[in-house]
């Protein structure tokens, strides 16, 4: 039934495995590959957007360039690195030996890689072009490649729901004794959150999905004007999804944030409750906004103002995490490791994000910025700096964990210095040229545009290089770092409490627990030994 | 987090203090999946009813389908009775109500493969108008549904004659009903919502 | 101590709120306020620019100065205060955010009110959308137009569909956007107030050519915009006027209609070519099929897919053949 390959060959992680860590590690190595495709298309776009006039690509290629690299962004990375650390760290944490459904575990993974290429496939039958967000009839008249665009979309959509149903149940029935719903790691919190978000929005996209997919191979008549068919239904239907999954992307990034600061600080969570809390509030507000999307399309203009007030509602849970994160640091000993800056960074990088969001949110103001760089600044900044850093700081975080060996501390710093000043370079001057006119999805534009943009390719030009020294960093310490501790870090969740990395099964006995997870400074817990490699501070 | 050794390996899953089995409670998140995708559809449905009208609705033959959707209803009876029968110890039994299971979801199948050539001979195609796609999409998914449902009923009616399940063991049986009750459940909405209102 | 804490509260706040003032006050991030709406809409902006600057500095200045004074010292490897929360700070910080949204929101929602108040008895002009050019109709005077001119100061609805994908109207020194959607009729309501040029963008992604899906607004006076719709009605069966008003011009060079359109090749000389372009093809087929169906040949250094294709349903026959003749009489 579950099968386990000797632990140790690199050969497993090409194979059909059910072991959650090996399953994990696929899912997070997968979608790095696709995100420095899905980057260097960004650099393609960066490179056109350099200076007016169509000179580089022309409209045509460029608009399948802009389409796949938000695609595969959002779709290839974004969604299934958190599955991947969803998968790696869920069991650890909760003190089981491994998901509920280890062979449907395996089988979402494998579900990726197809997936991921008949998305490139696109490029070579006539791209997909209509934008992530596919509009028809735009994306009903457009070449073949669109076809392929929605089957990939509908089976990764797919690979999520059934990653979705094995983290609740997970969760659900395999905690170890102790492990109360009150003494869950945040990620894991995080993690619920999401995979419920997954479970009621996805298959609403799917099944948008599959009426455009029929309308294209079929010539069935949901999206043809002339028959009645109405093109609003499908931003409905995707926005449904698609907004959802935007704090699909964000709450597990939060929940990793939220494992990081309590180490770091040697000071527990503050205010764990309403933190966890939070995280449920978000997802089923969620659910409520989708139409803010749409405030200048053809719906009926009555029904916009409840999707503002839901969506400036959400600043109330979000802002209860980040006002927490800072109580959590204040009166801490902070250790300014890598993965520390990385979580500060996301504070801060998130924050500007999320108040533009209000901006957005605000019916008038966005019927002048909605469709213009002001919003793809928007999403670059929660997305990048937010999911994305916070990627990367637990990428560090269980760097020891997962590959047993330190990464080195001084790259780590390069990298995250680098990365700050480009995402600020790149997208900054974004919100400037939006609100100054500049519309999104354009490979030519006004002259008076041109200084925006050349600070915006610069500092994508550093966000690219600032990947070189992480994947240096990654590549060589995994290969030759030092050895690293069980639990270097001295944290006090499950996932350190065994060796790095754990063996088969995880644990040799199934822990019992008995307090929080972050009692830092408390009697009873661990004394705090100094981090084993880094000098930290 | 302090901790202690357990000495009893097999006494973990904090779970298990919920007392309900991981493959229930994934099949209960997976059919609130597909009640989300067929609320995508439905919504879909509904929303061109509202702004179109729908006159080609009244060609469908309401008594027909209403026959058809009896049948289907018997066969989620029989999948009570089966589970009953396994959870008494008697497998035989339990195979006979399988079997009607299959036999009332092939019927129902048959049933609506007539509906749709009768509905193509009168002009309504998949193709021709919104009502068609509309119409055939939903509820050809809900077909493709119950034939899924007919080939795991086949599947658990082979396994319960390999004597796989037991007064005790019959959890396969159970996931199984959850599962063709459901789709039971988005027929009923379906002809309620496609056939009985106007 | 309690003293101290509130006195330095005070002041963070008041510098905090200086600097928000500030920013929003001096910012200058938005086109020209060509409309009434745009005076609206940058006010609420420059508020929601307030008090987000607010915000920013309160987390990022916390976050500052406890990385700075919170950092572990060399040789204490103790372990912070185990500081569990804080009901009354809880409290606080859920309640705050919430009044500042209810107050940002019932305030948007004011202005939203207010600019979509089309005023009594406003002129309508309608705008239709087509893959890659904006036309305008003035349906008082029945009066077909490729420029959109308005009088400055007086309200108008715009009516705004498309013929075949979504595209989006857009005047960013009105501030207003809103989407052209086949099948339907969207408004949109401004009260010009400046006097000048404006561009329109097409924001809503259309295809190849959406980044040149550009055109421009002409706010003038009421005299100025009457004369004009005069001339319009006179050139409208005029074959140089019809290049312009069918949108040629916005792609095409022509000295006779005075057009600078780089899209499409130029069409001066038309005659001179025409003739031996496409192969077999005689120059007044050649250039009736190159309206009707532009990608049948495509003319050398020049992109498919560009040139509208439903020229031959905007065109009526006599129409079609003025303009040939039209085009292939230019030297
Ligand atoms: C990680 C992903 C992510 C996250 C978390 C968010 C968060 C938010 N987003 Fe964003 N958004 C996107 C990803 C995301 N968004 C993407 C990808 C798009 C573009 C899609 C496309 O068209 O391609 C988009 C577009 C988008 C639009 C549509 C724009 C348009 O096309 O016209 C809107 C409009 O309302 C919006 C609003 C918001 C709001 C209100 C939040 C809120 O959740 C933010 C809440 C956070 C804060 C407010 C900051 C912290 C709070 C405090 C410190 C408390 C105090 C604050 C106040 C009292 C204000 N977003
Ligand atoms: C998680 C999501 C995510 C991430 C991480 C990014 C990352 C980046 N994005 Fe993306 N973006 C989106 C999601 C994301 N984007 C979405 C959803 C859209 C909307 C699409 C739509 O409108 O449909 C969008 C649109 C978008 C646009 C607007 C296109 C348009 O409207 O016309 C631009 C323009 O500059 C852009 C730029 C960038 C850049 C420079 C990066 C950089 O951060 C990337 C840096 C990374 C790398 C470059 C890879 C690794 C580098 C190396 C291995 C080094 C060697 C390589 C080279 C030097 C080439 N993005
Ligand atoms: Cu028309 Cu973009
Ligand atoms: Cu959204």
Redesign the interface.
């Known amino acids: 039934m579950t099968t386990y390959p000797a632990t140790g060959t690199w050969r497993r992680y090409f194979s059909w495995n059910t072991d959650h860590k090996v399953i994990g590690i696929q899912y997070i190595v997968t979608s790095f590959v696709f995100f420095i495709l899905a980057g260097m298309l960004a650099m393609l776009m960066r490179a056109e957007l350099r200076a007016p006039g169509s000179d580089l690509l022309n409209a045509e290629t460029y608009n399948q360039v802009m389409t796949n690299h938000g695609s595969l962004m959002i779709f290839l990375w974004i969604l299934p690195v958190v599955a991947g650390f969803g998968n790696y760290l869920i069991p650890l944490m909760i003190?089981?030996r491994d998901m509920?459904?280890p062979r449907?575990n395996a089988l979402s993974y494998w579900l990726i890689p197809p997936a991921g290429l008949i998305m490139l496939a696109s490029f070579f039958v006539g791209g997909a072009e209509a934008g992530w967000t596919a509009y028809v009839p735009l994306s009903i008249g457009g070449p073949p490649g669109q076809t392929l665009w929605a089957v990939s979309v509908m089976i990764l959509g797919i690979s999520a729901?059934m990653g979705?149903?094995?983290f609740?149940?997970?969760v659900?029935?395999?905690?170890?004794?102790?492990?109360?719903f009150g003494?869950l790691p945040l990620f894991v919190w995080g993690m619920m959150a999401t995979s419920l978000l997954v479970?009621?929005?996805?298959?609403?996209?799917?099944?948008?999905l599959?009426?455009v997919a029929?309308?294209r191979v079929?010539?069935?008549?949901?999206f043809?004007v002339a028959?009645?068919?109405?093109p609003i239904?499908w931003q409905?239907?995707f926005w449904?999804y698609s907004h959802p999954a935007v704090y699909i992307m964000i709450l597990p990034a939060m929940g990793i944030v939220s494992e990081i600061f309590p180490v770091f600080a040697r000071k527990p969570i503050f205010g764990y409750r309403m933190i966890a809390l939070s995280s449920m509030a978000i997802a089923v507000l969620g659910l409520t906004v989708w139409a803010h999307h749409m405030f200048a399309s053809g719906m009926d203009p009555r029904l916009r103002v409840p999707y503002m007030v839901s969506s400036m509602v959400i600043a109330v849970p979000t802002g209860i995490k980040i006002f927490s994160w800072l109580a959590t640091i204040w009166y801490g000993k902070l250790r300014l490791t890598t993965p520390m800056l990385f979580a500060l960074g996301f504070i801060s990088m998130f924050l500007i994000g999320g108040l533009t969001g209000i901006f957005l949110a605000a019916i008038p103001v966005d019927l002048h910025v909605t469709d213009t760089y002001f919003v793809v600044a928007h999403l670059h900044f929660v997305l990048f700096g937010g999911s994305v850093s916070a990627v990367y700081a637990g990428l560090y975080y269980w760097f020891p964990k997962i590959t047993g060996r330190m990464y080195d501390e001084k790259t780590g710093r390069v990298h995250f210095v680098a990365n700050f000043v480009g995402t600020n370079l790149a997208y900054l001057p974004m919100f400037a040229a939006g609100l100054m006119g500049m519309p999104r999805r354009v490979a030519d534009y006004d002259p008076s545009f041109t200084s925006y943009n050349q600070m915006a390719t610069l500092g994508g030009l550093i966000l690219a290089l600032s990947t070189l020294p992480f994947l240096y960093n990654a590549i060589v310490s995994w290969a030759r770092g030092p050895k690293a501790a069980a639990n270097p870090w001295s944290a006090?969740?499950?996932e350190w409490?065994t060796s790095s990395p754990p063996p088969t099964e995880n644990f040799a006995?199934?822990?019992?627990?008995?307090?929080?997870?972050y009692?830092y400074g408390e009697e009873?817990?661990?004394t705090a030994e100094p981090a084993a490699a880094p000098a930290a501070g | 987090?302090?901790?202690?050794?357990?000495?009893h390996?097999e006494?973990?899953?904090?779970?298990?203090a919920?007392g309900?089995?991981?493959r229930k409670?994934?099949m209960w998140?997976?059919i609130?999946?597909?009640?989300?995708?067929?609320?995508?559809?439905i919504?879909?449905y509904l929303?061109?009813k509202y702004?179109?009208g729908f006159p080609e609705a009244s060609r469908l033959n309401i008594v027909a389908v209403g026959v058809n959707t009896t049948i289907l209803l018997t066969s989620s009876l029989a999948v009570v009775m089966a589970l009953s029968s396994i959870r008494a110890g008697r497998s035989g039994r339990m195979s006979v109500f399988l079997l009607l299971t299959i036999l009332l979801g092939a019927t129902f199948l048959t049933g609506q493969a007539l509906e749709f050539s009768h509905l193509y001979g009168e002009g309504v195609t998949?193709?021709?108008?919104?009502f068609?796609?509309?119409f055939f999409?939903l509820t050809g998914?809900h077909g493709l549904h119950v034939l899924a449902g007919v080939v795991w009923a086949i599947v658990v009616l082979v396994r319960g004659l390999r004597r796989a399940f037991s007064a005790e063991r019959n959890m396969g049986v159970e996931v199984f009903g959850l599962y063709w009750h459901f789709v039971d459940i988005v027929w009923i909405m379906l002809f309620t919502l496609i056939y009985l209102i106007p | 101590m309690k003293e101290r804490t509130l006195f330095l509260s005070a002041i963070v706040a008041i510098v905090l709120v200086a600097l928000g003032f500030l920013v929003a006050s001096q910012a200058n991030l938005m086109p020209p306020e060509a409309s009434t709406r745009a005076v609206e809409v940058d006010q609420l902006f420059r508020v929601l620019l307030g008090v987000s600057t607010v915000i920013f500095f309160l987390v990022e200045g916390a976050l500052v100065f406890a990385v700075l004074r919170f950092r572990k010292r060399a040789g204490d490897d103790r372990d912070g205060p185990p500081i569990h929360g804080n009901t009354s700070l809880e409290i606080l910080w859920t309640l705050i955010p919430t009044a500042i949204v209810v107050v940002i929101g019932v305030y948007s929602f004011q202005v939203l009110m207010s600019i979509e108040n089309p005023g009594r008895s406003p002129r309508i002009v309608e705008i239709i959308g087509r893959q890659f050019a904006w036309s305008f109709r003035y349906p008082d005077q029945d009066l077909a137009t490729s420029e959109l001119h308005l009088p400055v100061g007086q309200s108008v609805v715009f009516q705004i569909t498309s013929e075949d994908v979504i595209h989006s109207f857009w005047v960013p020194a009105f501030r207003g956007k809103r989407d052209a959607t086949p099948g339907q009729v969207s408004e949109m309501t401004i009260t010009p107030r400046e006097i000048g040029v404006f561009p329109i963008r097409c924001a809503e992604l259309c295809g190849a050519g959406h980044s040149i899906m550009t055109s421009q607004v002409v706010v003038e006076s009421q005299d100025a915009f009457d004369g004009w719709l005069a001339q319009q009605q006179a050139l409208a069966n005029d074959p140089g006027q019809l290049f312009l008003t069918m949108g040629c011009g916005g792609c095409h060079i022509l000295a006779a209609a005075g057009s600078t359109g780089t899209v499409g090749p130029p069409l001066d000389g038309l005659a001179a070519r025409a003739g031996g372009r496409a192969p077999s093809e005689d120059a007044a087929p050649y250039v009736e099929e190159s309206i009707l169906e532009p990608d049948s040949f495509v003319a050398p250094g020049f992109q498919p897919g560009l040139m509208p294709k439903n020229f031959g349903q905007r065109l009526t026959p006599e129409q079609l053949q003025a303009l040939v003749a039209f085009l292939l009489a230019q030297p």
Not at chain 1, 199 to 208: D, E, F, I
Request: no cysteine; aromatic share 8%.
């Open positions: 003190g089981a509920a459904f449907l729901i979705a149903i094995n609740v149940t997970t659900i029935t395999m905690r170890a004794p102790g492990m109360t003494r479970l009621s929005a996805t298959p609403v996209l799917t099944a948008g599959v009426l029929l309308d079929v010539g069935t008549q949901f043809t028959s009645g068919g109405d239904l409905n239907l449904f006090l969740t499950l409490q006995e199934i822990p019992v627990v008995t307090t929080d997870p009692a009873s817990s661990l | 987090m302090s901790q202690q050794a357990m000495t390996a006494d973990y899953s904090a779970g298990l919920l309900v089995d991981h409670i994934g998140l997976f609130a999946s597909e009640v989300m995708f067929f609320g995508g559809l919504a879909t929303h061109y702004t179109l998949l193709t021709g108008s919104v068609g796609s509309s999409t998914f």
